[in-house]
């Protein structure tokens, strides 16, 4: 009996080995057949376009030239020959001078696919009058000097440009407001044939005067946020007159009419080569 029951635990264990490792034989060849999933391919994200829409602020610095063109005219007691020698007054006096230029703007953008449509509003500490001198002799030395030209200037243009993506062309234009100075002198030397020896001044004027303002640039954006732009523009604040009146020291030493022997009319207008700094909010 006892040899029976260990003969049966033998068989049951063979048997239990067997079914075991045909069924190991079995999982391990199902898994061989079955297909492996292939790894998933990256993700590739395309850069997020720029868009110029929005609200913007920010500095700017560059040069100013400032262009001047003076006009004189005369009355009579100038204009006479027993006075100053025939052609030694200037009829016109031109000049350019550069200057430092800085200020700051804002503005507004609106993007359309390429096209972007904006205004800005922008104030320039100009500073840089245009200082002409004439110093003729002809047969009596005379000397002449004007000093005009813009202190400040602001402009309210719009801008017109075309995108490619981060980088901006435009075209420019609009309003210019500005102060306009101006003033300056004729003084002369008496001698035999002449009876001059005095000064006669132009009277210093200052007013604020409505021109325009053209100009281009272009604009690249660093970030979503922050982008640098050069620019040029050109601007016209039309003319300035003013009259040139004796000095008590003329009216006394010449017996001259006091009051007004002339005109002088400035022109003024020029150049602005500047750099910026935009932030987008």
């Given at each position: 009996?006892?040899?029976?029951?260990?003969?049966?635990?033998?068989?049951?264990?063979?048997?239990?080995?067997t079914t075991a490792d045909a069924a190991d034989k079995k999982k391990a060849a199902t898994?061989?057949?079955?297909?492996?999933?292939?790894?998933?391919?990256?993700?590739?994200?395309?850069?997020?376009?720029?868009?110029?829409?929005?609200?913007?602020?920010?500095?700017?610095?560059?040069?100013?030239?400032?262009?001047?063109?003076?006009?004189f005219g005369y009355g009579a007691w100038l204009s006479d020959p027993n006075t100053i020698?025939?052609?030694?007054?200037?009829?016109?006096?031109?000049?350019?001078?550069?200057?430092?230029?800085?200020?700051?703007?804002?503005?507004?953008?609106?993007?359309?696919?390429?096209?972007?449509?904006?205004?800005?509003?922008?104030?320039?500490?100009?500073?840089?009058?245009?200082?002409?001198?004439?110093?003729?002799?002809?047969?009596?030395?005379?000397?002449?000097?004007?000093?005009?030209?813009?202190?400040?200037?602001?402009?309210?243009?719009?801008?017109?440009?075309?995108?490619?993506?981060?980088?901006?062309?435009?075209?420019?234009?609009?309003?210019?407001?500005?102060?306009?100075?101006?003033?300056?002198?004729?003084?002369?030397?008496?001698?035999?044939?002449?009876?001059?020896?005095?000064?006669?001044?132009?009277?210093?004027?200052?007013?604020?005067?409505?021109?325009?303002?053209?100009?281009?640039?272009?604009?690249?954006?660093?970030?979503?946020?922050?982008?640098?732009?050069?620019?040029?523009?050109?601007?016209?604040?039309?003319?300035?007159?003013?009259?040139?009146?004796?000095?008590?020291?003329?009216?006394?030493?010449?017996?001259?009419?006091?009051?007004?022997?002339?005109?002088?009319?400035?022109?003024?207008?020029?150049?602005i080569i500047r750099i910026g700094l935009n932030y987008k909010f």
């Amino acid at each position: 009996m006892r040899k029976t029951l260990l003969a049966s635990i033998a068989v049951l264990a063979a048997i239990s080995i067997t079914t075991a490792d045909a069924a190991d034989k079995k999982k391990a060849a199902t898994a061989k057949s079955k297909p492996v999933a292939a790894a998933a391919a990256p993700v590739v994200v395309a850069p997020k376009a720029y868009s110029w829409t929005g609200v913007y602020a920010g500095v700017n610095a560059g040069a100013a030239w400032n262009r001047t063109s003076t006009k004189f005219g005369y009355g009579a007691w100038l204009s006479d020959p027993n006075t100053i020698a025939p052609g030694i007054l200037p009829s016109k006096l031109n000049k350019k001078d550069t200057g430092f230029s800085g200020g700051a703007q804002i503005g507004y953008n609106h993007q359309i696919d390429q096209l972007v449509i904006g205004a800005e509003v922008d104030f320039q500490n100009i500073g840089k009058n245009s200082k002409s001198y004439s110093v003729l002799d002809n047969g009596q030395t005379v000397t002449t000097y004007t000093n005009s030209g813009s202190q400040w200037l602001s402009t309210g243009r719009t801008r017109i440009g075309y995108a490619f993506n981060d980088i901006l062309v435009y075209g420019t234009g609009g309003l210019a407001f500005g102060q306009v100075k101006s003033n300056g002198s004729i003084s002369g030397v008496s001698n035999p044939v002449q009876a001059w020896d005095g000064t006669y001044t132009t009277n210093s004027k200052s007013e604020n005067k409505w021109g325009w303002a053209l100009g281009l640039g272009a604009e690249y954006a660093l970030n979503q946020n922050i982008s640098i732009k050069a620019e040029y523009l050109h601007y016209d604040l039309g003319s300035t007159k003013s009259s040139i009146v004796s000095t008590p020291f003329a009216v006394q030493t010449t017996g001259q009419p006091a009051g007004v022997l002339g005109t002088s009319k400035a022109k003024v207008n020029g150049d602005i080569i500047r750099i910026g700094l935009n932030y987008k909010f």
